[in-house]
């Protein structure tokens, strides 16, 4: 092979080289960034179930059941809500008729701890999106009310 020929092949193989080494660290970044969004996530989620909303936003009463039910939310409180899973040592289990009627809510998170939510409870909160963490044969009839409403059943 002649001197501009050895050249040519060099350099072919050089940029080549770098192709493959250009695409293949691309799909390992691609591959590692994927499982830091999936750690990512995961966290996010975690930190979700440790999160709650105001104790005092919350107007409730005694059930049958000697738990508690939420009546009322109070309208100056986060438009994002964390449904509690106890209110002054008692047990948070259900939502009432319009409790959250008209509030302008974003999102609701409510976990296992809640078995009964009327039907009524979110009236006129257009487009909210609950994130439900119980098994969907505990609370029916979603979505309780509220409009164009998307809901997440995790569980």
């Not at 078995?115 to 505990?138: P, V």
Request: proline share 2%.
């Amino acid at each position: 092979m002649n001197k501009k020929g050895f050249i040519t092949s060099a350099l072919l193989y050089g940029i080549l080289s770098l192709f493959l080494l250009l695409v293949l660290g691309t799909v390992s970044i691609l591959g590692n960034r994927k499982l830091a969004n999936d750690k990512i996530k995961e966290s996010a989620l975690d930190d979700v179930q440790n999160l709650t909303t105001n104790p005092e936003c919350f107007t409730t009463e005694i059930n049958s059941r000697n738990n508690i039910t939420i009546t009322s939310y109070d309208d100056s409180c986060d438009k994002t809500v964390f449904i509690p899973e106890t209110l002054n040592g008692s047990v948070v289990d259900a939502i009432g008729a319009g409790a959250f009627s008209e509030k302008q809510l974003i999102n609701v998170t409510i976990k296992s701890n809640i078995k009964e939510i009327d039907e009524t409870a979110f009236n006129g909160n257009d487009g909210l999106i609950f994130y439900i963490k119980t098994t969907s044969d505990q609370i029916l009839e979603s979505p309780w009310g509220a409009t164009n409403a998307t809901v997440h059943w995790d569980y």
